[in-house]
């Protein structure tokens, strides 16, 4: 039997799956709303189809459906009041647990900070100004907006998106070069899909690097082999053979913090031309430098072998999920088949919103305000850090994460244990997995200094500058 779905008189559209598993209908029905009641689909409250339009609704005797009712408030699912009719009782459900691998990090006990990598101050996301553009972007959007589309996005985005990141980060963009995705993680499960297509069966990831960026790459069903990075960022001698692409973080590696040097660009886009590889250049903190102007992207030296990828995770929130790729001409088919495949597009009023926020400059506007905060920030935990460790932050000053380099793996778990013992959260090099090396790599803290909101980040920084002191520091 299938899935019925009633039409209540009171307009509610009320799922319920009858006959399932060959059981008699009272039963099924009984069976479906307790499973509704016990989930949280049927929240405390909710008002149930009278007896009559249930039964009406889906079908079957008016009297299958008071029997069903009358068992589920004896049990105490639903009550019943004379004049108010039946209702999903409040009951108590277990607190449901995150069993996703790539969820995102999991909630912290109340009163801990979090100091680990990966998001900016979420309170700092700029609510009026995305607002406005939602609105001003639905006032003026055409009907056809609406419709499934372009899969490489709304020409109005990838317009907008092409002029930014000529202007801001010096690449060579057209409109039809760009595609939306729904982030940097997007991005590289379709490029690693699409190389694949094209023959490639190993891209080279950063030592140390993300590791869920590691799984994005193997669940296309490409290897991914590790690429030293050494203080000149990753080192372009080490490419392993069978590499048909890599996948670097030039302006700012990941986690270490230092910038590829010219001479690594010019080397790595050699090897390029020199195997007919691909370059991804993960662009995800570009914007944020705060001792001189960024390093302009790679790919405006090679834009035919550097695949560009920016995100807005860093520069408004991860929570938007919305990115973009400028392809080679010759990846534009494959990614956009891999995209097709893949299913997912952003919706349009989000690409419209940030259409506009673009055209208008806001987003320089906000970015500007939030690299300021940043700054400040970064500026407050060296010169704190300098008073109790004797080694400095290892890279440049930029992004939202410092790495500090520390002496022994035991040491980056004592650091850790003791952060969450005195209400702050870190995250070690070490126990992130940035090495996937057996030999494993050298221990460290990447300390995530926007991710706290303002009103917590005095505090952070009086208990770690306490909990590094006499802390066993040494640089990598
Ligand atoms: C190295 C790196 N690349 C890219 C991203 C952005 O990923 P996404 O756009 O999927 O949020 C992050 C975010 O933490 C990152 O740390």
């Known amino acids: 039997m299938g899935t019925d779905r009633p039409r209540t008189p009171l307009g509610i559209d009320l799922l319920i799956d009858v006959g399932a598993d060959g059981e008699p209908r009272a ?39 008071v029997a069903a009712y009358a068992q589920l408030a004896a049990e105490g699912w639903l009550v019943s009041a ?9 009951v108590h459900r277990p607190p449901t647990t995150s069993t996703s691998p790539t969820a995102g990090p999991p909630a912290l006990a109340r009163g801990v900070i979090d100091l680990r990598p990966g998001r900016p101050d979420l309170s700092l996301f700029p609510h009026t100004l995305w607002s406005a553009s939602v609105k001003r972007a639905l006032a003026t959007a055409g009907a056809d907006s609406m419709d499934y589309g372009d899969p490489a996005g709304l020409r109005a ?54 590791a869920h960026h590691r799984r994005l790459v193997r669940g296309a069903a490409v290897e991914t082999a590790p690429l030293r990075v050494g203080p000149n960022g990753a080192d372009p001698a080490a490419v392993p053979a069978r590499a048909g692409a890599v996948l670097l973080t030039p302006s700012h590696q990941h986690p270490r913090g230092v910038v590829l040097s010219r001479e690594s660009r010019a080397a ?25 102007q960024p390093v302009g992207a790679m790919q405006a030296l090679d834009p035919g072998r550097v695949i560009f990828a920016g995100s807005t995770s860093k520069a ?16 534009r088919i494959p990614v956009l088949d891999a995209l097709t495949v893949s299913g997912a597009t952003v919706g349009a009023p989000d690409q419209l919103a940030l259409a506009d926020l673009l055209e208008r400059g806001d987003y320089d506007r906000h970015v500007r305000r939030a690299r300021l905060a940043y700054q400040k920030r970064r500026a407050e935990l060296a010169g704190r850090l300098s008073d109790v460790t004797k080694v400095p932050l290892d890279g440049v000053p930029a992004g939202l994460h410092a790495l500090l380099p520390l002496a022994s793996n035991q040491e980056e778990k004592r650091l850790v244990d003791a952060g969450l013992a005195a209400g702050v959260h870190l995250m070690g090099v070490q126990a992130g997995g940035y090495w996937q090396s057996a030999e494993r790599g050298k221990p460290g803290l990447i300390i995530g200094y926007a991710t706290p909101p303002q009103h917590s980040w005095r505090s952070a920084l009086d208990v770690l500058t306490r909990l590094l002191h006499g802390a066993a520091v040494t640089p990598w």
């Not at 092409?162 to 379709?190: C, D, N, Q």
Request: glycine share 10%.
């Open 82 to 90: 004379t004049g108010s009719g039946t209702r999903v009782a409040e």
């Open 316 to 331: 408004l929130a991860p929570g938007l999920r919305i990115g973009w790729l400028v392809l080679p001409e010759r990846l």
């Open 157 to 210: 985005l990838r317009e907008a998106v092409a002029t930014y990141v000529a202007r801001a980060r010096g690449v060579h963009a057209e409109p039809e070069a760009v595609v939306i995705t729904s982030g940097f993680s997007h991005a590289l499960a379709l490029v690693s899909r699409a190389l694949r297509e094209l023959g490639v069966s190993v891209i080279a990831t950063e030592e140390p690097g993300l």
């Open 268 to 292: 790595f886009l050699h090897w390029a031309d020199a195997h007919d590889g691909f370059i991804i250049e993960d662009d995800y903190d570009g914007e944020f430098r705060y001792d001189k």
């Open 27 to 65: 039963r099924s029905i009984e069976l479906a709303l307790r499973q509704g009641v016990s989930s949280g689909r049927l929240p405390a409250g909710m008002r149930l189809p009278s007896t009559r339009s249930l039964a009406d609704d889906l079908g079957i005797a008016r009297g299958t459906v």
